[in-house]
């Protein structure tokens, strides 16, 4: 009997990689090749990379090297993968495949190929928006026209839905869930559109279907991931479809939280809020995309909103729900950001009550309308306004969360810890947020416990079990 080929799969970047990961596990298995931990063990590595930032890009690059010096056969996919393809094989012979997103359907073959020797010229890199319609198509269907994609089109990438395997990598009760692919905006510092295409909506009863696969296999947290998840539905006709879809999903048996990621202020319509707010089994928590808060620097951003709306934005939820919870990314070093656009920002971050803040500098990205801005800061510059305002909010999440102490939160077990168990209440998403450490022995793991906040070390709290 032949040794069964195994192969290594190693995720890099965000939750939508690793549901893509997962469904490049599935089909490799269904394909014959066995699943391993280490590169060690393996026959090849499969690198799903992340290409957003210099910093992702170069985490890419380091992984596959370090996965060549295993002495396996090494592939690259993923993002990185698809946004440069032929370029990155050229300047990274060490890789033996690029492999892009239409490669998946097939990947068992690709991956047959490498082990054979037989090298696959990689990818020409193509802008992906000019892949689907951004509106609604329509379709016949049983004598009925109704809006919709209907079965993809080649091109497309990554597929989702029950048409796609999907296997799970990693245990625990929290599990992301993909609404999406893709994004139609066109904000200047962002190449993400144009790798990973125009934005296509999975239909609600397949993120249903999905749903209920996961809580069969032991999830109790969704976490709902996609470029931008406030557009679900536009492409199907439906621009209320998430406030359809969320008291659906959390009235799937098994799961107890749902969680809505990657919102834009812009999208955040009322009834969307009220629905996050009100609705029993979704959490009232609002990732931001806010990027600044500088009403010019955001127009050149070709963003919505300044300081003053998304004050606003942020009384109408709190209004709703005093204890949701808020986090957002901020991007400073902008070209043409100036020292009062900075002052702006902070005066914001300070008015602002975020639970948790990512701070990153820009650098121009290939492709997009930023790179070629006049008005470029200085790189040192940069630097100095990503330490200032990153030490600024350092210490407004630390109040922030100093302010919870002596509250109430319901908190999902995840891991065992020192002194007790750690998990996340429902204002802290899973590793983008602060954590809380549940004191006492005997804490089920996978449960959702009620506990008193009692201290807090930075953006983490520390609680109490309440009641019996």
Known sequence: MSTRRTVSLVTLGCARNEVDSEELAARMEEAGWGLVESADDADVVVVNTCGFIDAAKKDSIDTLLAAHDSGAKVVAAGCLAERYGAELAAELPEADAVLGFDDYAEIGDRLDDVVAGRRRAAHAPRDRRALLPISPVERPSAGVVTPGHGELPDGVAPASGPRVLRRRLGGGPVAPLKLASGCDRRCAFCAIPAFRGAYVSRRPEEV??????????????????????????????????????????????GIERVRASYLQPAELRPGLIEVLCGTDGVVPYFDLSFQHASGPVLRSMRRFGDRERFLQLLDRVRDLAPEAGVRSNFIVGFPGESEEDVEELMAFLSEARLDAIGVFGYSDEDGTEAAGLPGKIDPEDVVARVEEVTALAEELTAQRAEDRVGSVVRVLLEDKADGGVEGRAEHQAPEVDGTVLVQGDGLP????????????????????????
């Open 208 to 253: 249903l279907a999905e749903a209920r696969w996961l809580a069969d296999h032991g999830v109790r947290e969704l976490v709902l991931v996609s470029e931008n998840s406030t557009s679900y539905g536009k492409d199907l006709g439906d621009l209320r479809a998430l406030e359809g879809l969320l008291p659906r999903l959390a009235a799937v048996d």
């Open 445 to 468: 793991l996978g449960e959702i416990v009620t506990a008193r906040v009692v201290g807090s070390e930075g953006v983490d709290l520390i609680g109490r079990v309440e009641g019996p």
